[in-house]
């Protein structure tokens, strides 16, 4: 029988100091190369980030001065015409009977121009009538229109009055001269417009009063257009405010013509008001500070408008200023690794194992067993962090119409799609199988009166599986210029859920909304304005019922993906346009992992303890018989190991192997190994591996290479 005698193997300091030597000078040229790459990936890191946020400035600062550029020379250029008309009209070349076709002229070459309008003082234009007024618009569908003769009388002083007309439009330029109004309902119109009035003298030199005022129109959608197509990210917006902080364009159409920046009401604090009154007086403000809107950090980028005093706003989210977060992840876990590789050679320094001496090899191997398992935990935290959630989520009714703009600039001669918001609220969802969810909502659809009848209303849902739930109609009200339409649903859906990451894992619950019409473009966006708050962690869309055993609710979020050309379905006109942007609603669950890491995890911790503590016992395994009681001891274990693993797979049902499975997969190598080590200890118990320092190896490596197994396996997995 093997005996070990007393004292026979211990492990003694190196009697070769020239060896020793030589580890140590290793050891600090190691630690020396460690200390510089961590100074090279931290200053990397922080040089890349300052890179990606300069970069992402810049661009918000270029768009914000490109988008007062634009607007300036609009309103300028308007301006031009205007005062062209009334000079026009004052040396007596433009007849007033020519003025009908020449505003419908103007009209049609300006496609910027929203209305344009000759104005006359009582019986100045026409002797025999008392107020005399052309007006050419466009309409809804973009279509001339001709309004001649006044609705109304426009020479009345402006009156605070609910009923009472809106004058103020010609009352103050007649007295006052040339000037931009501030944004107004115009009576006749019925639009909130933007105008220039500029009067123009009589034909009589001798009389200085007026005539009358020539008049150019910009409604506040038309300036929703041009917001819509800067370049801000996917929670980026802009906004316009006159000379007095009126909102010419805010994502919040109840903002425009109705609200102030200085208003308690709008949400923007002290110091963003602060800079739009620096912005009014004429200087460029940037400014870093909460969003109103999105409830987030963001950045605010000021530009004074020459035009009209007024000032162009963009605001850029915090985030979209930052590196993807993928090479956040890599880069921060590099410089994680680097530090720890760093503390444990200080470590080794420090006690000085070159020596060889047990306790400083048992010190050594518990910190880089500490290091692996802290470093396990910052790579779970660090990943939690950076993790990209709802970046593509649509946050404010700026972004869609900007994604709306843009597909109508794609589509070919006049066609336009026929624009229909859909909302959804979801009452209840339950998982009923690892790849499917069962939902119950209610969803609605806007119909404007401007949609032909001949349009089939309603949704499909392409991902509807099995027997289909009732869809139901629950309402139908005349709202406003359309109709709304609320069904009520209850359905299975399938799902692409991926459990690698178990019991760190996320589900993303996609509705895929796409209009129930085949033959006609209709376009399905987010019914924003259906929702009081839109930040995805307010969840908007999801009751407050909706409750989950072991998932917790984190996001919900509307977003527009490009089209893809399916089939045509034999239909000519689908087959020739591009397809239009698909409506998805996501709501994303976070698992919660107690229950994962007690069911799943702690076995398996617990069978680890075990297994070191059959190395660590004293009792030496000699003949067959210790042998088969090892083995016995051993299969055991796998029994507990197997069970466990099985049923994680049939709980998570996942095809490949899953995180938390590389811990079970790591079990059935140290249990093997532990078999493979009982037959040496029997068969070759003068191995060098068996007699250095009374089995010292194996117990010394044991927690070291388990826990530099799970470390590889979670950066594998997570980086």
Known sequence: MFRVQPGQFEVSPSKDPGVARRVRWVLLVSTVVLVLLALFL??????????????ALETARTEAQAAATTIDVALLRAQTLAVAIGDDLAAGSLAYAEVPERLQALLAAEPELDGVAVTCEPFACDPNLRLT???????????????????????????DDLGAPATGWYYDPIREGAQWSEPFLATG??????????????????????A?????????????RLMANLELGGRGYGFIVTADGT??????????????????ASGYDAAVQAAVRRALAGEMVELAQPDAVTGREAWFFLVPLESN?????????????????????RNLVALGLTLGGLMVLLTALVV???????????LLALVFTGVCVGLIGLTWRLSALTRDQASLALTSPATVERMVERYREGLHGDEQPFVVPTGIELTALQFPTPTTVTINALIWQRYADTIPEEVERGFALSQTIGELLPIEEAARVREGDGELIVWRVGIVLQQRFDPLRFPFDTRAVEVWLQPAELDENVMLTPDLEAYPLLRPSALPGVGEAIWLNQWELENSYFTLREGHEGASLGLSRRADRLPPPELFFTLTLQRQVVGPFIAYLLPGMVTLVLVFAFLMSDRQISDRQDLVAALSYAAALFFVIALAHTALRENVAAIGITYLEHLYLLLYLI??????????LVRAPNLPLITYGDHLLPKLLYWPFCAFAMLVSTLVIFV
């Open 671 to 680: 249990v093997v190994a532990v078999i493979f080590d009982a037959f040496l």
């Open 309 to 329: 005093g007024g000032v162009v706003g963009v605001v850029i989210d915090a985030a979209d200023m930052a590196p993807p977060a993928e090479a956040t992840l």
């Open 352 to 362: 000085r194992v070159e020596h060889g001496g047990r306790r400083e090899l048992w």
């Open 133 to 159: 007024q052309v007006y050419a618009f466009r309409d809804a569908n973009q279509g001339l229109g001709l309004l001649e003769g006044a609705t109304y009388d426009y020479t009345l002083p402006p009156q």
């Open 247 to 264: 909102f010419l364009s805010h994502p919040d159409i109840r903002f425009v013509a109705r609200r102030s920046i200085f208003d308690p």
């Open 42 to 55: 931290a200053i990397r890191f922080l040089v890349v980030r300052a890179q990606v946020s300069a970069l």
């Open 212 to 224: 009358g005022l020539v008049t150019v129109d910009f409604s506040t959608q038309g300036m929703r």
């Open 189 to 210: 119109a019925a639009k909130v417009l933007i105008e220039y009035g500029t009067p123009f003298a009589r034909l009589d030199p001798a009389d200085p009063a007026p």
